[in-house]
């Protein structure tokens, strides 16, 4: 029997959720172009922009460095989502108070669109969703409230200073997990900092050769519910109900 989903937690570990295109241009730099054809598509949401520090690296030294090809060079800010874009890249983020995916999907639908009838991009590589939670319920901060273990040798390191990465191939889709214990962030208009356990879930659908815009339009639900489903697996039973969750039904 499959685990059954929360539809949402009223106690929101949620600090940002994020969804990116990479791909190869039509035209370079699409950095140059791109911005200003969605400031035009979207009037009267992303008020204010911005370079980012690689727009000032010139384009050949940026395309024959794999570390920044895909790094935004602009920001678009609105009052609840920021858009960045690069060369090869665009995303699409929010952050905390989370609007929830059937909100969130249909912003992502509309500037895919937009991008789309642009007509700079060539070629789509891949397309992912990232989900950055802290769980901080636990004092003092540490793994109990995940599933997992961890030990060397005669070591158990639950209550230890953790950075751990791994990636987890599920069909066609790349689940690159990060948890790092202890975390602390802070929050825009938020005093103070949160303490907790970070988890950042970077769900990724590599394009093949010869797939379009349809694909990512087809599979984007599917690749947030593996992303939604490998959150939930990291949790233990008891942090998601002490995450106040609420099912459908």
Do not use: H, N, W, Y
């Given at each position: 029997m499959k685990k059954r989903i929360p539809v949402r937690l009223k106690k929101e570990p949620l600090l940002e959720a994020i969804w990116e295109i990479r791909f190869s241009g039509t035209q370079s730099p699409v950095a140059?172009?791109?911005?200003?054809?969605?400031f035009k598509s979207f009037p009267d949401k992303y008020g204010k922009?911005?370079?980012?520090?690689?727009?000032d690296i010139p384009a050949p030294v940026v395309e024959h460095d794999p570390n920044l090809r895909y790094v935004p060079k602009i920001r678009l800010e609105g009052?609840?989502?920021?858009?960045?874009?690069?060369?090869?890249?665009?995303?699409?983020?929010?952050?905390?108070p989370y609007p929830g995916w059937a909100t969130?999907?249909?912003?992502?639908?509309?500037?895919?669109?937009a991008v789309q009838e642009t007509g700079l991009v060539d070629r789509l590589e891949r397309f992912s969703l990232k989900y950055i939670d802290l769980i901080d319920?636990?004092?003092p901060v540490g793994l109990a409230h995940l599933n997992l273990s961890l030990n060397i040798g005669e070591y158990e390191l639950a209550a230890k200073p953790v950075q751990l990465r791994t990636e987890i191939k599920e069909n066609d889709l790349i689940h690159i997990i990060q948890i790092i214990s202890p975390a602390e962030v802070g929050l825009p208009g938020m005093e103070g900092r949160l303490?907790?356990?970070?988890?950042?879930?970077?769900?990724?659908?590599?394009m093949a050769d010869g797939e379009s815009w349809d694909v990512l339009y087809q599979r984007l639900d599917e690749v947030h519910m593996s992303c939604k489903e490998m959150f939930f697996s990291i949790l233990r039973p008891e942090t998601v109900e002490a995450l106040e969750p609420e099912y459908e039904g």
């Open positions: 140059d172009l791109l911005p200003g054809m969605l922009v911005s370079k980012l520090p690689v727009a009052a609840d989502q920021t858009v960045q874009v690069g060369d090869r890249v665009v995303s699409l983020s929010c952050r905390r969130f999907s249909a912003d992502i639908r509309k500037l895919a669109q319920l636990e004092k303490k907790g356990v970070l988890v950042d879930i970077d769900s990724i659908r590599p």
